[in-house]
């Protein structure tokens, strides 16, 4: 919001007509938005939200050796995934010997979902679905 009245003006003169006055403000404050992005942010790479997905569609935990075989990727590098995955909370880890067990955190999961509720302004909780990749792929064209 420009609280300046000389840029307020040339503003207003620039607007186009069929523009909309903004009838309510942003529900969330700064530092809600900056938390939110940074959680979002994490799942934005697409490794890590391809981890996210093989751990939910697995009952129990993965071992670190399966999941890099999976993603034909080195084990320090999916490693470094799964810690930035496990500093967000979204993974929690469970050493055996020398192998590493991951699995999803559902808590913090249901934290994502209320996140994303909370960005569209929706008091109830979002419905979870499961859209295939060709679905999500006609919806953006």
């Not at 420009?2 to 006055?21: E, G």
């Not at 909370?89 to 996140?115: C, F, M, P, T």
């Amino acid at each position: 919001m420009c609280y300046n009245s000389v840029m307020t003006a040339r503003l207003n003169r620039n607007k186009p007509a069929q523009c909309a006055p903004i009838t309510t403000e942003a529900s969330l404050d700064i530092a809600a938005v900056s938390s939110y992005a940074s959680l979002l942010a994490t799942i934005a790479d697409p490794t890590r939200l391809a981890i996210l997905n093989l751990l939910a569609s697995n009952s129990g935990p993965v071992c670190v050796c399966d999941i890099a075989a999976r993603f034909n990727r080195s084990q320090p590098t999916i490693s470094h995934h799964l810690n930035i995955l496990r500093e967000a909370g979204l993974v929690s880890g469970e050493r055996e010997g020398i192998w590493a067990y991951y699995s999803l955190n559902h808590e913090k999961l249901a934290d994502l979902q209320a996140i994303m509720a909370d960005i569209y302004n929706v008091s109830a909780s979002l419905p979870v679905r499961s859209r295939s990749h060709s679905q999500v792929q006609r919806s953006s064209n």
